[in-house]
C-alpha cells in the first residue's frame, strides 16, 4: 500500500533521507521487532543527523482569505440573481463566505442575507431561515431588517407554520418603524404588511381546527445495522470479516456503522464537509483557512473543536508533501482525539478480546488498535518509508501543539 504520491516533496525527502542511511545502520533497523523500536531508532537518525528536524512546517492562518475577493464573489452573486439565476447566485455567496476574513461580521451578515434570498428562492426554507437568523445574530443593521423579517416571514408560510409566519409578519411591521424607507416607501410597505396580517389572522381564524404542529428540520439520525444473516469470522492472515449464512438478494443492506475516522480527499475538500463528508449545498468556512468547508454550524463547531484544531493552517504542507488518504486517514485518527487520550488508554491496548472490542462505541480507539496489517510481510525498505511518514505527520502534530507535554519530539 503507498503512502505518498510521487508528486509531493515526501518523495525525494525520503529518497534522500534513504541515501543519508548507512548500510549498517539500515541492517540494525532490519533486525527491530516492532514499530515503537522503528519509530525511535529513526527518531534518533533525525535527532543525531538533523538536529531533531526534517521539516519545520509553518502553520499558514489566513492564507488565501481575502476581503476584496469575497466582496467581488458577492457581487457577481447579487449580479446573477438580479437575473434570476439562483442556484449560480448561492455559489457566488458560497464562495464570498469561503473567502471573507474572520474580523468581518457585518460583511458576512450581509452575505448570508443575501444568501438567504437566493435559498429562498431554491425553495430550500429550512437553510435560507438558519442564514438569517445567523445575519441577525451577526448583526445586520436595524435599520434594513425589516427585509429579513419579511423574508422569514415568507419562509414560515411556504413552509405552512402560519402562526410563526403571522409572528414575523408582526415584527416586519416592528422592524419598519425604524427602517431607512423614504416616507412614500415605507407607508407603503406597511400598509401591505399590515394587509398580510389581517389576511393571515383571518385565514388561521378559518383553518384553526384543521392546523396541526408543524414538524420541521428533523434531522434523521444514523441507525447502525447488522443483517441477522451475518455473523463474523477471524482468520489469522484475514483478521475479523463478516459472512452470511443466505443466499444474498440485490440491494440488500447488510451493515451501516460509521466510520472510526474519514478524511475528505483533497480533490473533494471544497465540495465535501470536512467533518461528515456530506456534499456541501451552503457552504460554512472555517475562519482561519480555506483549505477545508463544512455544510452546517454544527459541522463547523465540532470540525475547529476536533481534528481540525490541529489540521488548521497545516493541510498545504501535508498536500504538497503528497501524504495520501492512508496517511492522513493515519494522522486523523490521532487528531481527532487528545494526547491525553491515548496516553489514559496505552496500558488497555495489550489483551483485548473480540468480544470486549465488538461492545466498544465506534469512535473509540481500542476498535481499530488490532487490526490485521500483515506487518510480517512487510520489507525493510517499506517499513521505513511508514516510520519517516509517521515522523512528517508528527511533526505537524507537535507544530500545531498537540502534544501538551511534549513527549511527541521524542
Ligand atoms: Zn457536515
Ligand atoms: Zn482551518
New binding site residues.
Given amino acids: 500500500m503507498e503512502i505518498c504520491e510521487e508528486s509531493g516533496f515526501f518523495h525525494e525527502d525520503f529518497a534522500k533521507f534513504r541515501s543519508d542511511i548507512s548500510d549498517s545502520e539500515f541492517r540494525a533497523f532490519s533486525q527491530l521487532e516492532n514499530d515503537e523500536q522503528r519509530v525511535r531508532f529513526v527518531h534518533q537518525i533525525v535527532e543525531d543527523r538533523y538536529g531533531g528536524k526534517l521539516w519545520s512546517p509553518v502553520r499558514e492562518?489566513g492564507v488565501g482569505k481575502s476581503l476584496a475577493k469575497a466582496l467581488e464573489a458577492k457581487e457577481r452573486g447579487n449580479s446573477a440573481f438580479q437575473y434570476e439565476k439562483w442556484q449560480e447566485s448561492l455559489r457566488c455567496y458560497n464562495d464570498a463566505c469561503l473567502l471573507l476574513p474572520a474580523e468581518n461580521d457585518q460583511e458576512k451578515a450581509f452575505i448570508l442575507a443575501n444568501r438567504s434570498a437566493a435559498l429562498f428562492h431554491l425553495n430550500k426554507y429550512d437553510l435560507a431561515l438558519r442564514d438569517i437568523d445567523r445575519s441577525i445574530q451577526l448583526h445586520y443593521p436595524e435599520n434594513m431588517r425589516y427585509k429579513l423579517m419579511e423574508r422569514k416571514a415568507r419562509c414560515f408560510a411556504a413552509l405552512k407554520d402560519l402562526p410563526t409566519a403571522l409572528e414575523c409578519y408582526r415584527d416586519t411591521f416592528a422592524a419598519l418603524s425604524v427602517s431607512n424607507l423614504g416616507e412614500e416607501m415605507l407607508e407603503k410597505k406597511m400598509k401591505e404588511t399590515h394587509k398580510m396580517i389581517i389576511n393571515l389572522e383571518l385565514h388561521i381564524e378559518n383553518v384553526k381546527k384543521y392546523l396541526e404542529p408543524v414538524k420541521r428540520g428533523v434531522v434523521k439520525k444514523f441507525v447502525p445495522h447488522v443483517d441477522k444473516s451475518i455473523f463474523f469470522d477471524c482468520t489469522e492472515s484475514e483478521g475479523r470479516f463478516a459472512r452470511t449464512r443466505n443466499h444474498l438478494k440485490p440491494n440488500c443492506v447488510l451493515l451501516k456503522e460509521l466510520p472510526h475516522a474519514s478524511v475528505v480527499m483533497s480533490d473533494c475538500s471544497g465540495t465535501h464537509c470536512d467533518q461528515c463528508c456530506s456534499r456541501v449545498e451552503v457552504l460554512f468556512s472555517?475562519?482561519?483557512?480555506?483549505?477545508?468547508v463544512y455544510c452546517s454550524e454544527e459541522c463547523l463547531q465540532e470540525g475547529?473543536r476536533g481534528h481540525?484544531a490541529y489540521?488548521?493552517?497545516f493541510?498545504p504542507f501535508l498536500r504538497n508533501s503528497g501524504a495520501n488518504v492512508v496517511s492522513m486517514l493515519a494522522l486523523r485518527i490521532v487528531s481527532q482525539k487528545s494526547e491525553e487520550y491515548f496516553y489514559d488508554m496505552q496500558e488497555q491496548l495489550e489483551n483485548l478480546s473480540n468480544d470486549f472490542v465488538d461492545s466498544l462505541p465506534v469512535d473509540d480507539y481500542r476498535k481499530v488498535y488490532n487490526f490485521v496489517t500483515h506487518d510480517e510481510q512487510r520489507e525493510a525498505e517499506d517499513y521505513l518509508k511508514w516510520v519517516v511518514m509517521s515522523v512528517l505527520l508528527n511533526t505537524v502534530l507537535v507544530a500545531a501543539g498537540f502534544s501538551k507535554s511534549g513527549s511527541l519530539k521524542g
Fill in positions: 492562518i472555517c475562519p482561519k483557512c480555506v483549505d477545508v475547529s481540525h489540521e488548521c493552517g493541510l
